[in-house]
């Protein structure tokens, strides 16, 4: 039933692997509550889902957390409502918890700088990461985008990527001389020695032309950070949100760097304009005489 479920999600809203290996752990977590209680989904009410909503709660799981297992409850028995499995919708009157502003950890520009020239490019290994760090803050892609580049999504005469983002929604995104320069390098030389004979269109390869995950690239984010001195709290999305902000901070348009992002509702944008407030309002405490 829950593969059902997650099966018609993807066919309705494209969702990716990440989300929907999401919804499909909340879902079993639930059933599996349920079963503790002798009880199956299709017998779930809205005492009960309550009861295991402050379980949850219980064992500390983070607001943001227990919003989006409700996200894959109510979508799940809207579901079975839709097809007659259940008579009445139980989550109907369970109200979203409330989430705070959560913003983003920042890298100032010099941090970036930091990071981006850490690799060792005499290596074809660090010098593949060097170009896709480059290539990362200079489009903004999600890292799971990033590892999923085909050697036919770039275009380096018009200077623009072509990306398969969520909801396989296509978008374009230029791309800076740096980022270009580097990944025409890359190609003709690192990308060459790292397949080794083997044959992949895959952008960005590993060993022996095996593809990619993003827990690869991430765990070596990681390690470039830790060699540029970089104590900031990192995440996946690290240089997507300096992207997005040392943007917004020299002037670009919301709406442009909404289009770039490939964010479908614009206030989920919005919240790089807070962290860029944030950040002007530490300058003129730091460095104003009467700050």
Not at 58 to 82: C, D, T, V
Not at 145 to 174: A, D, F, W, Y
């Amino acid at each position: 039933m829950i593969s059902l479920f997650i099966e018609n999600l993807w066919l309705e809203k494209g969702l990716s692997d990440n989300s929907q290996s999401a919804y499909r752990r909340d879902l079993v977590q639930l059933s599996n509550w349920l079963e503790k209680n002798n009880k199956k989904l299709v017998d779930a009410d809205h005492l009960l889902l309550q009861q295991f909503l402050g379980w949850r709660n219980e064992q500390a799981y983070s607001a943001r957390s227990n919003a989006r297992m409700l996200s894959a409850i109510r979508g799940f028995y809207r579901y079975l409502l839709r097809h007659e499995l259940i008579s009445e919708d139980p989550v109907c009157l369970i109200e979203s918890p409330k989430l705070g502003l959560h913003l983003p950890q920042m890298l100032s520009e010099a941090d970036v700088e930091a990071l981006l020239a850490t690799p060792m490019t005499d290596r074809p290994l660090e010098f593949r990461d060097r170009a896709m760090l480059e290539l990362l803050y200079a489009s903004g892609l999600r890292v799971s985008e990033l590892v999923g580049l085909r050697t036919s999504s770039i275009n380096l005469r018009q200077g623009v990527i072509r990306v398969l983002g969520k909801g396989n929604k296509e978008r374009l995104v230029p791309l800076g001389e740096n980022a270009l320069d580097w990944l025409e390098r890359y190609l003709a030389g690192a990308r060459l020695q790292l397949m080794g004979g083997h044959r992949t269109d895959a952008l960005f390869p590993g060993r022996r032309g095996r593809p990619m995950t993003r827990q690869t690239f991430w765990y070596r984010i990681k390690k470039y950070a830790l060699k540029a001195e970089i104590d900031k709290p990192l995440s996946p999305h690290t240089l997507r949100h300096a992207f997005a902000t040392h943007l917004l901070n020299h002037g670009a348009d919301l709406r442009v760097v909404q289009l770039l992002l490939g964010h479908s509702d614009l206030s989920t944008t919005q919240i790089y304009t807070h962290v860029a407030r944030h950040r002007l309002q530490q300058l003129h405490a730091e460095h104003h005489p009467r700050g």
